[in-house]
């Protein structure tokens, strides 16, 4: 499903290329089935990891089976995954992990793996451009092939079952290899992490010094709580994440929130350079202190600029 930016009747051209439109679905969703939005309901939607494509490419395993045990559990796991994509997900982490295996599989002997790549949303450029506009298109491309058996791209890869069984199977493979034998550590924040690199920790071992993270965090590209990652460097969140948070309650300023990871100091050596990091990833906040009794109140310190 594609939410428009701007109707096709708009008379100049901004481009014909966008998001594949499921947070916006998502969000459109929760905040339709409420009468009124709290700030209990925001905080909600900005940790909400309800990941439709998961859902839908789930239900197009029906019918699947395998004679391989372990590709057969990982199916069970799937099909009784509800489609939240939180740090603690097992089903989560098959879903991405197998998604990501069936995109090689079904476009890379076509395309070669560069093209792939930047068919998937790899930038030309880590630091000019990190991801181009084709991102989150090929979720949307692979189910809409899942639903063509009979295409060239899934006859070139030995066919639906075949490609799905196939995919399913690297993505236990590399699971095991990654987490280990034991399923209950098959979490997606197991692999899914973010990090806080600092301009100073670009060399190594300054990294260890100046950086912080990683720490697991739920959603991709196409959860509310967006968390993607580069096609090029799986599944780490690299990509991008919504740093700052902010809710702000116009019928009292007092009690906005917001939150900024790592910290609002940039001094290495103050307490609030990485303070706020794990509250981040736990989707907790602080209030704005908007009054000036709030700020005397909560005023741990002050600076006076004497000319």
Request: charged share 25%.
């Amino acid at each position: 499903m594609r939410i428009p930016v701007i109707p096709d009747s708009y008379p100049h051209f901004l481009g014909n290329v966008w998001m594949n439109g499921y947070r916006a679905r998502r969000i459109v969703e929760v905040l339709e089935s409420k009468v009124e939005v709290s700030i209990d309901d925001c905080r909600a939607l900005h940790v909400d990891y309800d990941c439709i494509p998961g859902r839908e490419f789930v239900l197009r395993l029906a019918g699947l089976s395998s004679s391989d045990p372990e590709v057969q559990h990982a199916l069970e796991l799937l099909r009784a995954w509800d489609g939240w994509l939180g740090a603690h997900s097992t089903g989560g982490m098959l879903y991405e992990v197998t998604r990501y295996a069936l995109v090689r599989n079904l476009v890379e002997p076509a395309l070669g793996k560069e093209l792939t790549l930047h068919w998937m949303g790899q930038g030309f450029n880590p630091v000019l451009m990190h991801s181009d506009e084709f991102f989150g298109q090929d979720t949307v491309t692979i189910l809409r092939l899942l639903d063509q058996p009979d295409s060239w791209w899934m006859r070139q890869a030995g066919g639906r079952e075949a490609v799905l069984l196939r995919s399913l199977k690297q993505a236990v493979e590399w699971a095991r290899a990654q987490l280990g034998p034991d399923l209950t550590k098959w979490q997606w924040g197991k692999i899914h992490r973010a990090i806080f690199p600092h301009a100073m920790g670009l060399q190594k071992p300054l990294d260890e010094v100046f950086n912080r993270g990683p720490l697991p965090v739920g959603g991709d590209a196409d959860t509310p709580c967006q968390a993607g990652f580069g096609p090029e460097e799986p599944y780490d969140n690299t990509a991008w994440a919504p740093g700052f948070r902010q809710i702000v309650d116009l019928s009292d300023l007092s009690r906005s929130l917001f939150m900024v990871p790592p910290g609002q100091s940039g001094h290495l050596a103050s307490v609030h350079y990485d303070d706020l990091a794990e509250p981040w990833a736990k989707g907790e906040y602080v209030p704005m202190l908007w009054t000036r009794e709030q700020v005397d109140r909560e005023a741990e310190g002050g600076l006076e600029l004497t000319p």
